[in-house]
Nanobody, 124 residues
Framework: QVQLVESGGGLVQAGGSLRLSCAAS????????MGWFRQAPGKEREFVAA????????YYADSVKGRFTISRDNAKNTVYLQMNSLKPEDTAVYYC?????????????????WGQGTQITVSS
């Protein structure tokens, strides 16, 4: 069983930056692929970024490519999402997720564990 706790959300002006963290419990964190998803009001949860177990493989949604960076520190059981050049359309609840496979995936159904989410609001 893996428990995920996100932190780092908040209110930021357009063009600003934030860094989200996701702390994971459990000894098997380093063998899990990790991902970030987001859900805006009235919309479906969508893929943002994913990272492989080693950190060597990453994958991004087109909407965030070049602005967001996913990384992980297996020694700290933590995955990060650095978000730069934020836009109002990035406003959403951001969720961290873990999958019991080592590679990356953009499909939410392939993730086994989810955090509770953290709100990001980008003002114009």
């Amino acid at each position: 069983q893996v428990q995920l706790v996100e932190s780092g959300g908040g209110l930021v002006q357009a063009g600003g930056s934030l860094r989200l963290s996701c702390a994971a419990s459990g000894r098997t964190f380093s063998s899990y692929g990790m991902g970030w998803f987001r859900q805006a009001p009235g919309k479906e949860r969508e893929f943002v970024a994913a990272i492989s177990w080693s950190g060597d493989g990453t994958y991004y949604a087109d909407s965030v490519k070049g602005r967001f960076t996913i990384s992980r520190d297996n020694a700290k059981n933590t995955v990060y999402l650095q978000m730069n050049s934020l836009k109002p359309e990035d406003t959403a609840v951001y969720y961290c997720a873990a999958r019991r496979l080592r590679g990356t995936s953009a499909y939410k159904n392939e993730y086994n564990y989810w955090g509770q989410g953290t709100q990001i609001t980008v003002s114009s």
